[in-house]
């Protein structure tokens, strides 16, 4: 399967999401506008690939605990008290918390409907 030539860019996405265009309605797989900072894992310069996700990471949950650090406390009484989960890792817990926060962000209007 060949991938159309066109490509776009986040704010081309954010505009299309802006203006009300339902997501994805009637498009085709497109390649996507990479960042400049891919690394190729089997290229011996890849090795500062780790170093960065590990940054990355850092800031992510640095991020997370400033805007969400009590949710993620109340959460994890939540899991252990009522639902009976064994304890997880804090990250667990964000993870859970930002992949929830980004299915409502995207599919929320149409699930309200």
């Known amino acids: 399967m060949t991938?159309?030539?066109?490509t776009e860019t986040p704010a081309d996405v954010a505009a299309e999401r802006d203006a009300g265009t339902p997501e994805w309605a009637g498009r085709t797989p497109i390649k996507a506008a990479f960042s400049p900072c891919i690394?190729?894992?089997?290229?011996?310069?890849?090795?500062g690939f780790y170093a960065d996700a590990a940054e990355f990471t850092g800031r992510v949950m640095a991020e997370i605990e400033?805007?969400?650090?009590?949710v993620l406390?109340?959460?994890?009484?939540?899991?252990?008290?009522?639902?009976?989960?064994?304890?997880?890792?804090?990250?667990?817990?964000?993870?859970?918390?930002?992949?929830?926060?980004m299915a409502a962000e995207l599919h929320g209007r149409r699930a309200a409907c």
């Open 73 to 101: 406390d109340a959460y994890d009484r939540f899991a252990k008290r009522i639902a009976g989960e064994r304890q997880r890792s804090r990250a667990e817990h964000a993870l859970e918390l930002l992949t929830l926060g």
């Open 66 to 70: 400033a805007r969400a650090g009590d």
């Open 3 to 6: 991938m159309p030539t066109r």
């Open 39 to 47: 690394y190729d894992l089997r290229l011996a310069g890849a090795k």
